[in-house]
């Protein structure tokens, strides 16, 4: 019987977190990228090599977008997208040896589809099928609805909060706490497990997006940009992931940007 999508998918993201963990036990080169904290290691370029080839060979006709450069050149969302982030949450990976993962994202026609975050180190995978649900490991995620800002914890990069990006103080101030991770893959995944009720990001590439915008859609928590504009995976963005009375309260706060 021919391997469905999700079952080839689930088995390579397998393997690569399997290889993942056993670089700890050696050194693996790491090099700058436009910042002394913008890290790319030999492992990132590896992994998005090793998904990039096993998508080439069973699905020829789609289109990749990857984060190290081993995907297409996309310029329309026309047909079946894939996005790839091989390690989100390098700086972790060198520095923490913990909380990062591996999201792939697939789009039609600019709609999300299917998203896949694969939590290394807790050995978790988070699935989620638009029109169906989302799961961990196979088991279904409840739908959580949390209501409100006022009554929640939310979570997002500590330096967009120190540069009050999109007045985000004011969205810290209202909410009952503000916690952060440092891969956009957790805190979205923060998110779905209805520990967080919203994830605010002043500016995330489609890679770091694009399986967290699917899986929150699957479980109706909504996803946008600043504005409450859709998505584009052509292009980065603010990217606003909250459950929906959230959402709408968290943008009238965003909004009032000077
Ligand atoms: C980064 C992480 C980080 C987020 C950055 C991303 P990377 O991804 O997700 O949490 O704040 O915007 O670039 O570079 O580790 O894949
Ligand atoms: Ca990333
Ligand atoms: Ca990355």
Redesign the pocket.
Same mark, same amino acid.
């Given at each position: 019987m021919q391997k469905t999508r999700q079952a080839m998918i689930t088995e390579w993201l397998t393997y690569v977190a399997d290889k993942l963990r056993e670089s700890f036990n050696r050194d693996i080169k790491v090099a700058e990228k436009s910042a002394a904290n913008d890290l790319v290691t030999e492992m990132d370029q590896w992994a998005e090599r090793y998904l990039v080839s096993q998508i080439r060979e069973h699905f020829p006709n789609d289109f990749i977008i990857g984060?190290e450069g081993c995907g297409d050149n996309v310029t329309s969302t026309d047909g079946t997208i894939w996005v790839i *982030?091989p390690i989100?949450g390098t700086l972790n990976f060198v520095k923490a040896q913990n909380h990062f993962a591996i999201m792939i994202g697939i789009f039609q026609d600019g709609e999300p589809q299917e998203g896949y975050i694969y939590d290394v180190m807790h050995d978790e995978l988070y699935i989620g099928i638009v029109g169906v649900g989302a799961y961990v490991n196979g088991t279904q995620i409840d739908q959580y609805s949390l209501e409100s800002l006022e009554e929640s914890l939310i979570i997002g990069n500590v330096m967009n909060f120190i540069d009050n990006r999109y007045n985000m103080q004011e969205l810290a101030r209202t909410a009952m706490g503000v916690r952060s991770i440092g891969s956009?893959a957790l805190q979205t995944i923060s998110v779905i497990k209805g520990e967080v009720s919203l994830y605010f990001s002043a500016g995330l590439e489609p890679? *770091?997006f694009a399986a967290g915008y699917a899986i929150a859609e699957s479980l109706g928590i909504k996803t946008t940009d600043h504005l409450g504009e859709k998505l584009s995976i052509l292009k980065k963005s603010p990217v606003l992931i909250a459950y929906p009375n959230v959402h709408k309260q968290a943008l009238e706060i965003i909004k009032q940007t000077n």
């Open positions: 984060e *982030d989100d956009a890679w *770091d």
